[in-house]
C-alpha cells in the first residue's frame, strides 16, 4: 500500500464517526441486565452534577439504600453515548458498603440510569437528566 492510500485511509476514518445509541437500546441493555425484570424505582442514589462542563471525565456515585450484603450488582446506563452500558460493579456481603464511584464520559446531554441486582432477585433503579456544555465520546469533529 502506499504512503498516499494510508494518509486517505486515515483522513477517512477520522470522519467516521461512532453512532449514538438511542433511548431504546438504553431500555434493551436494562432489559438484558435484569433478564426482563422491571426494576422498582427507590433504594438507588445517583449522584452526579445536573450541569456539567467537560463530559471528559463526570465523577458519579450511586449507592443503594440496603445492607451491603443483599446488593449483588450496580449497573450505569446512558441514553445517548456510543455504548450505552457504561459500568458493572459486582458486589458481595464483604464489599462493606453498598456504594461505588467512578468517572464517566457523557457524549451529550442525555438521561442516565443506575440499576441495583438485589439478592432477593429483585432490580432497583434511579434516573437522572443531565446537561453537558462540552461534549465527550465524539471522535473525528472538525473543531
Known sequence: MKRRDLIAA???????????????DMAAAINT???GAKPHTGKVQFD?????????????????DSPAE?????AIF?????????AVFTLSPRS???????R?????SQRLMAVARMSDGSYWAH??????????CIEGEAP
Open 78 to 86: 446512558t441514553e445517548r453515548n456510543p455504548q450505552t452500558e457504561v
Open 70 to 74: 443483599q446488593v449483588r450488582a450496580i
Open 33 to 35: 441486565f435484569t433478564g
Open 48 to 64: 452526579i452534577a445536573q450541569l456539567i462542563d467537560n463530559g471528559n471525565a463526570v465523577p458519579v456515585t450511586i449507592a443503594v
Open 96 to 102: 462493606g458498603k453498598a456504594e461505588v464511584s467512578t
Open 10 to 24: 486515515g483522513t477517512l476514518l477520522a470522519l467516521v464517526r461512532p453512532t449514538s445509541a438511542t433511548p431504546a
Open 104 to 108: 464517566i464520559r457523557l457524549a451529550t
Open 127 to 136: 434516573g437522572v437528566d443531565v446537561i453537558v456544555a462540552l461534549a465527550a
